[in-house]
């Protein structure tokens, strides 16, 4: 096996896995455009390496009778169908102010330029690979006009598929959404690449058909293709999967960092109680649940043991000199929250000044949680303005053991 058919095996490969994912979210969201079109796109591009392929290309070719040119018509047509696809896609991705009647009307177009293109497709066919009795057009092309104009069609149709995708892309470049906007820049870097080889491999046919002969190879194992189509699949790939697999990628390090800045606090309250932990450690599988058992044990204790211990005064002091070191308010009242903790953790008697209910702030989902929490832990660890107050709260409570 060449290194370039091990390329396309891995790139099947990872191809189809993507088409997979997508299926499943097809199935959860039947009614979403953008997600059906990056399925079949997936699709597309998985019969197009596929027939690309040595070993699928003689077993169909045999079985549709040895036609000339025939697999790759069908390769061809789905290379098509994939640039269609991807049309689609980019226009519901990058287009979110389009009307249902605007995006409707762009797919009717851009389904008439498709339903165009595959009938000058089978045409030139007809007149070109057809007509010359060859399985398959040669590497380096062949001295006919009609193999240039069925190159030429296939190649030109994606180049006016990708432009106007890459055109979508630019346009909406500076997206709001970090991982739409990665993914936006991404594929419009890999649409460049894909107009540059669909450009080369025109000309490069064209001059073959009209007798010149370049000195290099256009495709096969050692074509230039490879410097425009490997940076194309690589950025467009990449483009496709952004918008997923950045939000996974940034919410993993968001609760890896939470996980981490929330060891003091809980390590403090652990060491005034040891019998606040939910459950045990070594039970706990995944940092998803360590983080989760973490932000409950901190809750469970501070509507729990130190509640009645938990001091408003102590609360507005911290708030207060937080604010005057210039602090914003979400960081001043992060402060206020660790001093009134540290102080019921330094007090074994009740708040002289319980705590109003709507202090602490408090968030539904586990991220959002988490996040203020580590804030809190961050600000219970090292703020000037926590120990401050938490050392006014002891001397206001006479013989107490700061046991934090």
């Known amino acids: 096996m060449s290194p370039v058919h091990g390329i396309q095996i891995a790139l099947i490969l990872a191809v189809t896995m993507g088409a997979l994912s997508r299926l499943r979210a097809m199935r959860r969201t039947p009614e979403d455009i953008a997600v059906k079109a990056l399925f079949f796109a997936l699709v597309n591009i998985d019969i197009s390496l596929i027939l690309g392929l040595p070993e699928p290309f003689w077993t169909i070719y045999r079985l549709l009778g040895e036609i000339p040119g025939m697999v790759r018509l069908f390769t061809h047509a789905s290379v098509m169908g ?6 689609i896609f980019t226009m519901h991705l990058a ?20 339903l165009a293109g595959l009938g000058a497709l089978v045409v030139c066919y007809l007149v070109g690979p057809l007509r010359t009795g060859h399985p398959f057009i040669p590497f380096g092309g062949e001295r006919d006009p009609g193999v240039a104009a069925y190159v030429s069609v296939i190649q030109l149709y994606c180049c006016v ?40 491999k025109v000309a490069y046919f064209v001059a073959v058909a009209f007798g010149a002969k370049p000195s290099w190879q256009e495709s096969g194992t050692a074509g230039i293709q490879l410097l425009f189509l490997g940076p194309a699949l690589l950025l467009s790939t990449g483009g496709l999967m952004a918008p997923r697999l950045l939000p996974r990628v940034e919410r993993w390090r968001s609760r890896r960092r939470a996980y981490r800045r929330l060891v003091p606090l809980v390590s403090a309250i652990q060491a005034a109680d040891p019998n606040s932990a939910i459950v045990e450690h070594a039970h706990l599988r995944g940092r998803d649940a360590r983080l989760l058992n973490q932000v409950i044990t901190i809750r469970d204790s501070l509507l729990g043991p130190l509640r ?5 005064r102590v609360y507005e002091i911290a708030y207060d000199q937080a604010s005057r070191a210039g602090l914003c308010h979400e960081d001043a009242r992060a402060t206020a929250e660790a001093a009134c903790i540290l102080g ?13 209910p709507t202090s602490f702030a408090h968030h539904s989902d586990l991220e959002s949680e988490a996040n203020w929490l580590a804030r809190v832990s961050a600000a219970f660890a090292a703020s000037a303005p926590v120990r401050a107050s938490g050392s006014r709260h002891a001397r206001r409570n006479p013989g107490t053991a700061g046991r934090a």
Not at 82 to 87: N, R
Not at 105 to 110: D, E, N, Q, V
Not at 308 to 312: E, H, M, V
Request: charged share 25%; hydrophobic share 45%; with cysteine.
């Open 82 to 87: 994939m640039a269609y696809c991807l049309q």
């Open 95 to 114: 287009s979110p102010d389009l009307t249902t009647s605007d995006l409707d009307k762009g797919r009717r177009l851009r389904r008439r330029w498709l």
């Open 161 to 200: 598929a990708l432009t106007d995708a890459l055109r979508l892309c630019w346009r909406n470049r500076n997206i709001t959404l970090k991982a739409l906007r990665v993914g936006l820049r991404l594929l419009a870097g890999g649409m460049a690449f894909g107009i540059l080889f669909c450009l080369h």
């Open 308 to 312: 009645s211990r938990l001091d408003q």
């Open 344 to 356: 019921a953790l330094s007090s074994e008697g009740e708040a002289h000044n319980p705590l109003a």
